[in-house]
């Protein structure tokens, strides 16, 4: 499991290695998997929110999240010190080493399993781990077998609010859940695509099969993110009509998706670095604004 380059570790003080650790768990996508399942939990629970539930949710889909982006580290962690954007992470450069990274991933993973089953429902649970699972076991490796990994990598992405809703009512079968499911699955593909477009050089230098690094005029690419962006108007609409949000969502989602949609077809009709990087914004922008709609429709409507 160890390699030998893992006793060539820099050597660190006690705040730098807690710091290491943190920036081990992707603090930044584990934040946005945590707000997504608020998001879920806060639209599954209705009128009634159950606020010790809530808590127990959030800590146990937190060590499940973070557990899960320090193993995927642990997993590419070759791959990761062959690109410029990652090869500063703390296990390819050396500042943990590979078999501590793995055990500290596992254990968060696990712990964060038994506390949702116990603590929350097994349903919750399983959600988050089949999420898990399906990032490392498909998603992972998938990314150096073929370009789909980008669809099947939006599926686990796109759990965290079915997981959230789980939490609140312990079942899987409401249409609402599946509908935030759909509005987070159609807006990865063009953000993630987005981001291989930028990172291509990078992607290619550590064997990643992403989309755009064949689709040299970026037909395929802008394809994709066009269909992906102009789903997420059906699905706004089916969340409102369906009852499960207001008109404040309704209106706010359809205009942050117009946005969305500006950009991308901005980027369509010319394909440089300097497009693709709007879009990329425009997407990071997207969903912290569309989750506000849904707050300030069932907070303060």
Known sequence: MNSAEDNILIKRSFTDVITDY?????????????????????????????????????????????????HNQFIERASDGLMKRTSKRPLPDRRI???????FSLTLIFSGLL???????????????????????VYTPMKKVSPINIAIGAIPGALPPVGGWAAATGNIAE??????????????????????????????????????????????????????????????FALYQFNISGMIFLVGG??????????????????????AKKMMFASIAY????????????FFV
């Open 97 to 103: 080493d590979s078999k501590s990274g793995m055990i």
């Open 287 to 298: 969903l912290p604004l569309v989750w506000i709609a849904v707050f300030i429709d069932r």
């Open 22 to 70: 943190y920036q081990l768990t992707k603090p930044g996508i584990t934040m946005s998997v945590l707000v997504s399942m608020l998001v879920g939990f806060i639209l599954g629970s209705g009128a009634n929110i159950n606020f010790v539930t809530l808590i127990h949710a959030l800590v146990g889909t937190y060590l499940i999240a973070a557990g899960t982006g320090a």
């Open 175 to 236: 249409p609402g859940m599946w509908l935030l499911f759909g509005i987070m699955f159609f807006w990865q593909i063009p953000h993630v695509l987005s981001i291989a477009w930028l990172c291509k050089d990078d992607y290619s230098s550590a064997g990643l099969k992403m989309l755009p690094r064949k689709d040299e005029k970026g037909y395929k690419t802008v394809f994709w993110s066009l269909i992906c962006t102009l789903s997420l108007f059906p699905v706004t």
């Open 254 to 275: 359809l205009i942050f998706a117009i946005g969305f949609l500006f950009y991308t077809i901005k980027f369509g009709m010319d394909r440089t670095k300097a497009n």
């Open 115 to 137: 506390y949702l089953i116990l603590l929350v429902n097994p349903v919750a649970g399983a959600v988050s781990f089949a999420t898990a699972l399906i990032y490392l076991g």
